[in-house]
């Protein structure tokens, strides 16, 4: 069974700091590129970072380039967002996602993040 479990968000204050994990399984996770996709409260979800299979190239959206980094380890199937200097703005809920047609509707649970003093 293909399955993506995402944890690690939480509340935080603005510029502080949070890590989200994704955990996959049931699919050859080395052989894709995995991206992290946000959706706030009345808006579209968005791609916010994406890493290729190997890991050797990665894109960010510019609302988060130079704050998020997104990185993956394909020995535990686990793809990573680090994500620092966090805004209001990036309170959503966070989903990692199979960057493959055959997985197009492949979503897990996602995690709340929320940026808030």
């Known amino acids: 069974q293909v399955q993506l479990v995402e944890s690690g968000g939480g509340l935080v204050q603005p510029g502080g700091s949070l890590r989200l994990t994704c955990a996959a399984s049931g699919f050859t996770f080395s052989s894709y590129t995995m991206g992290w996709h946000r959706q706030a409260p009345g808006k579209e979800r968005e791609l916010v970072a994406s890493i290729i299979y190997s890991g050797g190239r990665t894109d960010y959206a510019d609302s988060v380039m130079g704050r998020f980094t997104i990185s993956r380890d394909n020995s535990k199937n686990t793809v990573y967002l680090q994500m620092n200097s966090l805004k209001p703005e990036d309170t959503a809920v966070y989903y990692c996602?199979?960057?493959?047609?055959?997985?197009?509707?492949?979503w897990g649970q996602g995690t709340q993040v929320t940026v808030s003093s």
């Open positions: 996602h199979v960057e493959a047609l055959r997985y197009r509707n492949l």
